[in-house]
């Protein structure tokens, strides 16, 4: 049977406090956010990758696709690995562009070959594409 009564005043304000710090969060405002950014501006990889997962899935920051590839492919371009393995994901099955297999075969390979374990396992599941054939004349 339900409850017809509201639930007690400390209950609704923290319900609400949590909700504003989830909204706030979500939306790229906290400090952590703010910092982990600047950092990321001036070059950092790994900070780079960092702020790449926020936006890829919506943790602490606006989920964008978009701004995640673009922060992916500078700490992909880096040699950082992990960033290699996540970027390549992306292109082979198209977060934030147009789908590239053949491209994003290409980076999982480069992490692999530096020992990503993770990016063994992508490319083990990345089909490989025939060789583009000449135009027939």
């Known amino acids: 049977m339900k409850s017809t009564e509201p639930l007690p005043l400390p209950l609704r304000w923290m319900g ?7 909204l706030v969060a979500g939306c790229g405002g906290s400090s952590e956010f703010k910092a982990l950014q600047a950092k990321a501006k001036k ?21 964008d696709h978009a701004v995640a590839i673009k922060w992916c492919e500078q700490a992909a371009a880096k040699g950082l690995p992990a960033a290699q ?20 075969r290409e980076w999982l390979v480069k992490a692999a070959d530096q020992g990503d374990a993770e990016a063994k396992l992508e490319l083990a599941a990345t089909p490989v594409l025939p060789p583009a054939s000449a135009p027939k004349r």
Do not use: F, T
Not at 16 to 22: I, K, M
Not at 43 to 63: I, V, W
Not at 88 to 100: H, P, S, T
């Open 85 to 104: 393995r996540v970027y390549g994901v992306m292109l082979r099955d198209g977060y934030g562009v147009d789908r590239n297999i053949a491209k994003g």
């Open 43 to 63: 070059g950092d990889a790994q900070e780079q990758l960092d702020l790449a997962q926020m936006h890829l899935y919506g943790k602490g920051a606006k989920q």
């Open 16 to 22: 609400s406090l949590s909700l504003g710090l989830l």
